[in-house]
């Protein structure tokens, strides 16, 4: 064989000694690659099914709604579920309306989140909720069952029973101006709000208030 192929071959071995090399450290830590990057993408996977499907529950939301949702609300809301998606994951509400079914897009949204929603349909109902399950947030109407206070009279209930949980009222019949209790934490009509006030919520339950 001439010298000049010689001196190429030769020449051509470090490049065929480092390919070699990789394709063994690959094979070598292969199984170690997949298992670390299969949890990461599968998560991120689900998460975008997650906000896919909030953002289309969200529409739902809106148009039950007599509150106009404009697409920078929709844009905002959606932003902040998918950056709270952890922190909101197994959360537990309880929600206290003598009519549920009013609030079942929200209440789809939310459990599209991966929270835990009960509903109860009066105090009774809600009180012996508590007592059965922990819980982190309590939502709730103010007029019931013709008891244009209702959801008022239940803070009481709550203090004497010792339930110590943040209330957010959902209403339309909530007036500020007569005075807010200081159990309540948040009062709205507008369903994108309600969502806000959970996230800010579970943001301070699972890390603490900021400090002052």
């Known amino acids: 064989m001439p010298e000049a192929i010689w001196i190429k071959l030769i020449g051509t071995l470090p490049s065929l000694f480092w390919a070699a090399f990789a394709v063994i450290v690959f094979l070598s830590l292969r199984g170690t690659i997949i298992h670390s990057l299969v949890p990461r993408v599968t998560a991120l996977r689900a998460l975008g099914v997650e906000v896919e499907m909030a953002g289309q529950l969200l529409d739902r939301v809106a148009e039950g709604s007599n509150t106009p949702v404009t697409p920078t609300m929709r844009r905002g809301i959606l932003s902040r579920l998918e950056h709270a998606a952890d ?31 009960d509903t109860a349909r009066s105090t009774g109902e809600g009180l012996i909720a508590l007592r059965h399950g922990p819980y982190d947030i309590i939502l709730t109407d103010i007029d019931r069952d013709g008891d244009p206070q209702a959801g008022i009279s239940m803070l009481r209930e709550l203090e004497a029973g010792n339930v110590d949980l943040p209330v957010v009222v959902h209403s339309h019949n909530f007036n500020p101006e007569l005075g807010v209790d200081r159990r309540i934490f948040a009062a709205t009509n507008n369903p994108v709000e309600i969502v806000h006030y959970v996230i800010d919520l579970m943001e301070r339950i699972r890390f603490g208030a900021p400090e002052v």
Do not use: C, K, Q
């Not at 994951?89 to 989140?113: C, K, Q, T």
């Open 87 to 117: 922190t909101l994951r197994s959360g537990r509400i309880l929600w206290i309306d003598d009519h549920p079914e009013h609030n079942g897009a929200l209440i789809s949204l939310l459990r599209s989140m991966d929270m835990v929603v």
